[in-house]
């Protein structure tokens, strides 16, 4: 395949079937991964977003959510 008659779109769809070929759907997302660094502090991030809860109270809250899907 001549690879520099390609748009960047078809190169990235054509390396991206290589990828989940080669290593399947999980392997391709890990590999993209590596690329991927993000940006931010996450933990900082959690904290001020993520309610403090303790676990008893997030283990009831699973359940609530089960028990009315089943319903």
């Known amino acids: 395949m ?3 008659t390609l748009s960047f779109y078809e190169i990235r769809t054509v390396g991206f ?3 989940l070929r080669e290593l399947g759907p999980a392997g391709a997302i890990r590999f993209i991964q590596q690329y991927e660094t ?3 502090d996450y933990t900082r991030d ?3 977003l993520l309610p403090k809860k ?3 109270e997030i283990g ?3 359940v609530k959510a089960r028990q009315s899907k089943t319903k």
Do not use: C, D, V
């Open 54 to 56: 303790s676990i008893r």
């Open 38 to 40: 993000g940006q931010g």
């Open 2 to 4: 001549k690879t520099e």
């Open 46 to 48: 959690r904290k001020k």
């Open 17 to 19: 079937e290589a990828l």
């Open 60 to 62: 009831t809250e699973i």
